[in-house]
């Protein structure tokens, strides 16, 4: 599914981010970015989501090479994919709703549809019933999970986070992973970038710890 | 629900087959939403949009004012046009044959309305009314006068240049001894029409800039209060077509209303010269009366500030678009 080739990032005036990373992750497989901040862990993501590009090394996704993955057709890469960050970015002009149905609007999709699957969504993420809030009147918890439903709406093949539950305590921050543990039951990969050690320690997941852009190890916790 | 058989694999085939499916994809939810936002905008927006909808139409009104000054007098000279004439002095020799066969040449020429012959005696006694002097034939002894060929062009004759080349062409014909016309006003009055033509095409382009550059600051200041939403539609796999279109219809909007303002300008100003026009064409005598912009010109006007709108907001949001950067 997605496959990183002697990989290395280097930022304008600044250290490298990334120095000849490799990783390999199959299709339906959950797995976890840790490290510091700094350590390369959204360098990771934002590369595999074409939101920054490199000219060392491949970035393969099911094959498309995203580093040069024509600019016009990245959009499209992106509808397959669902970006969860640790700012959810929520549209506070518009209800909750409108907010979880922008990518299916964005795609073309059917209104009577779009209803169906934003309630689906919602449903999923334990805030239906909720639609016509709006996004200001949510806790940080519900507001992460109007994105995280947002992120699966249009039903990705690969979910991406970027310290989600970076703004949330443990509790609500294992509600959060056992979300994306339950979208990856139904075959979705999954890549999860967090610096909580704490909260993935005890799952059964394959874990690449980077530090200051390498990786330092890569395997599961027994 | 997610099922497996939706999570395929996403392969560079499929990317592409979802670039077709994009086509044929419910285009009409799309505009929908497009127009959607770009309604919220303007409704958010009432007075800054007005504003702004009044100074493009301000400077969409100046050049078509002129216009439409310049061809209202294009009309008057057309007026005058008619009455342009030209008269075929003929040799004192020339027998009555000779007329005819002129007279008959001349009638087949395509420039010639009409024309309309006097000959001597005829001349001799229109001279003899007009002068109240009897019997001047008992001091001439004989009549002075040459026939006279008085000439009214074709309409189709429009340019002072025509009109001295159709003089040119008669003078060569026989038996003609010269031809009278007093071309020196036509030659002004076409000169300071072209100019009005020169000064309407020089501030239409000056002021279609100023438009373009108006409606692309309004929308570069749309687009910056509404980063958020556009990094978000980027990051949810929107095109920059889609990021692009509720901008390009508001820019339009802004077009299409101040196109049709700037016809009711003009047609306010024009009704309100109207009787200082009137007082001055009473002078000439001519019942002359300023012509208001017609519809199909307000359809020009709201097309021309259709077009300037999409282009000023197009040229703005995709330089917004390239800014636009994701954080986390």
Redesign the interface.
Same mark, same amino acid.
């Given at each position: 599914m997605i496959r990183l080739n002697q990989v290395s990032k280097r930022y304008t005036n600044s250290a490298d981010a990334l120095k000849q990373i490799n990783i390999e992750i199959a299709?339906g497989e959950m797995s976890f970015l840790t490290g510091h901040s700094g350590a390369g862990k959204?360098t990771i993501l934002?590369l595999i989501a074409g939101?920054e590009r490199t000219k060392q090394g491949q970035v393969l996704?099911?094959?498309?090479n995203v580093n040069k993955l024509n600019r016009?057709?990245l959009?499209?890469?992106? *509808? +397959? @994919?669902g =970006?969860v960050? /640790?700012?959810p970015?929520?549209?506070n002009?518009r209800d909750i709703f409108a907010n979880v149905a922008?990518?299916l609007? =964005?795609?073309?999709?059917?209104?009577q549809d779009?209803t169906r699957r934003v309630r689906?969504a919602l449903n999923k993420v334990g805030l239906l019933g909720k639609e016509r809030m709006s996004p200001a009147a949510l806790s940080t918890g519900e507001q992460q999970r109007v994105g995280i439903a *947002? #992120? =699966?709406v249009?039903?990705p093949?690969?979910l991406l986070a970027?310290?989600p539950t970076g703004n949330l305590d443990p509790k609500l921050s294992r509600d959060i992973m056992q979300l994306f543990t339950e979208?990856n039951q139904?075959?979705?990969t999954v890549l999860v970038a967090t610096h909580d050690i704490g909260l993935i320690s005890k799952l059964p997941y394959r874990i690449i710890a980077l530090e200051q852009g390498r990786i330092v190890a890569d395997g599961y916790n027994n | 629900?997610?099922?497996?058989q !939706?999570?395929? +694999? @996403? &392969?560079?085939t +499929? !990317?592409r087959m &979802?670039?077709k499916n994009?086509a044929t #994809?419910?285009?009409g #939810? /799309?505009h929908l939403?497009a127009f959607k936002t770009c309604w /919220?905008h303007l409704r958010k927006t009432v007075f800054a949009s007005l504003l702004t909808v009044a100074v493009i139409a301000i400077v969409l009104a100046l050049p078509m004012g002129i216009f439409g000054l310049v061809s209202n007098l294009q009309q008057v000279s057309q007026h005058w046009q008619k009455g342009t004439q030209l008269s075929l002095y003929l040799n004192t020799n020339v027998s009555e044959q000779q007329v005819t066969e002129l007279l008959s040449t001349l009638k087949q020429n395509p420039y010639i309305a009409n024309l309309h012959y006097i000959s001597p005696k005829q001349g001799l006694q229109q001279f003899q009314q007009q002068s109240k002097i009897k019997n001047i034939l008992q001091v001439l002894k004989h009549n002075p006068l040459p026939g006279v060929i008085e000439i009214w062009p074709n309409a189709s004759i429009h340019s002072a240049e025509k009109i001295h080349q159709l003089q040119q062409n008669l003078s060569t014909l026989p038996n003609v001894q010269s031809i009278q016309l007093d071309m020196q006003w036509i030659k002004r009055l076409y000169s300071i029409l072209h100019l009005g033509d020169s000064i309407v095409f020089i501030f239409g382009i000056l002021f279609a800039l100023a438009v373009l550059l108006i409606v692309s600051n309004t929308i570069k200041l749309a687009t910056q209060k509404r980063v958020?939403?556009i &990094? !978000? @539609? *980027?990051? !949810?796999?929107?095109? +920059?077509a889609?990021v692009r279109r509720p901008f390009l219809y508001t820019g339009i909007t802004f077009g299409l209303l101040a196109g049709f303002a700037a016809w009711v300008i003009v047609n306010t100003a024009f009704s309100y010269l109207q009787s200082s026009v009137s007082q001055l064409a009473d002078l000439y005598s001519s019942s002359f009366t300023l012509q208001p912009l017609a519809v199909s010109q307000l359809v020009l006007l709201m097309l021309i500030g259709a077009l300037l709108g999409f282009i000023g907001s197009w040229f703005a949001v995709n330089r917004e678009l390239r800014k636009v950067?994701?954080d986390?």
């Amino acid at each position: 599914m997605i496959r990183l080739n002697q990989v290395s990032k280097r930022y304008t005036n600044s250290a490298d981010a990334l120095k000849q990373i490799n990783i390999e992750i199959a299709k339906g497989e959950m797995s976890f970015l840790t490290g510091h901040s700094g350590a390369g862990k959204s360098t990771i993501l934002k590369l595999i989501a074409g939101i920054e590009r490199t000219k060392q090394g491949q970035v393969l996704v099911d094959g498309t090479n995203v580093n040069k993955l024509n600019r016009h057709k990245l959009p499209l890469l992106r *509808r +397959n @994919m669902g =970006i969860v960050l /640790q700012n959810p970015h929520l549209l506070n002009d518009r209800d909750i709703f409108a907010n979880v149905a922008l990518p299916l609007i =964005i795609m073309g999709i059917k209104s009577q549809d779009i209803t169906r699957r934003v309630r689906g969504a919602l449903n999923k993420v334990g805030l239906l019933g909720k639609e016509r809030m709006s996004p200001a009147a949510l806790s940080t918890g519900e507001q992460q999970r109007v994105g995280i439903a *947002r #992120a =699966i709406v249009h039903k990705p093949t690969l979910l991406l986070a970027d310290e989600p539950t970076g703004n949330l305590d443990p509790k609500l921050s294992r509600d959060i992973m056992q979300l994306f543990t339950e979208f990856n039951q139904v075959g979705v990969t999954v890549l999860v970038a967090t610096h909580d050690i704490g909260l993935i320690s005890k799952l059964p997941y394959r874990i690449i710890a980077l530090e200051q852009g390498r990786i330092v190890a890569d395997g599961y916790n027994n | 629900m997610l099922s497996k058989q !939706v999570a395929t +694999n @996403m &392969t560079s085939t +499929n !990317v592409r087959m &979802t670039k077709k499916n994009l086509a044929t #994809a419910s285009l009409g #939810a /799309q505009h929908l939403y497009a127009f959607k936002t770009c309604w /919220q905008h303007l409704r958010k927006t009432v007075f800054a949009s007005l504003l702004t909808v009044a100074v493009i139409a301000i400077v969409l009104a100046l050049p078509m004012g002129i216009f439409g000054l310049v061809s209202n007098l294009q009309q008057v000279s057309q007026h005058w046009q008619k009455g342009t004439q030209l008269s075929l002095y003929l040799n004192t020799n020339v027998s009555e044959q000779q007329v005819t066969e002129l007279l008959s040449t001349l009638k087949q020429n395509p420039y010639i309305a009409n024309l309309h012959y006097i000959s001597p005696k005829q001349g001799l006694q229109q001279f003899q009314q007009q002068s109240k002097i009897k019997n001047i034939l008992q001091v001439l002894k004989h009549n002075p006068l040459p026939g006279v060929i008085e000439i009214w062009p074709n309409a189709s004759i429009h340019s002072a240049e025509k009109i001295h080349q159709l003089q040119q062409n008669l003078s060569t014909l026989p038996n003609v001894q010269s031809i009278q016309l007093d071309m020196q006003w036509i030659k002004r009055l076409y000169s300071i029409l072209h100019l009005g033509d020169s000064i309407v095409f020089i501030f239409g382009i000056l002021f279609a800039l100023a438009v373009l550059l108006i409606v692309s600051n309004t929308i570069k200041l749309a687009t910056q209060k509404r980063v958020e939403e556009i &990094t !978000v @539609m *980027r990051l !949810v796999g929107a095109t +920059n077509a889609f990021v692009r279109r509720p901008f390009l219809y508001t820019g339009i909007t802004f077009g299409l209303l101040a196109g049709f303002a700037a016809w009711v300008i003009v047609n306010t100003a024009f009704s309100y010269l109207q009787s200082s026009v009137s007082q001055l064409a009473d002078l000439y005598s001519s019942s002359f009366t300023l012509q208001p912009l017609a519809v199909s010109q307000l359809v020009l006007l709201m097309l021309i500030g259709a077009l300037l709108g999409f282009i000023g907001s197009w040229f703005a949001v995709n330089r917004e678009l390239r800014k636009v950067s994701f954080d986390s």
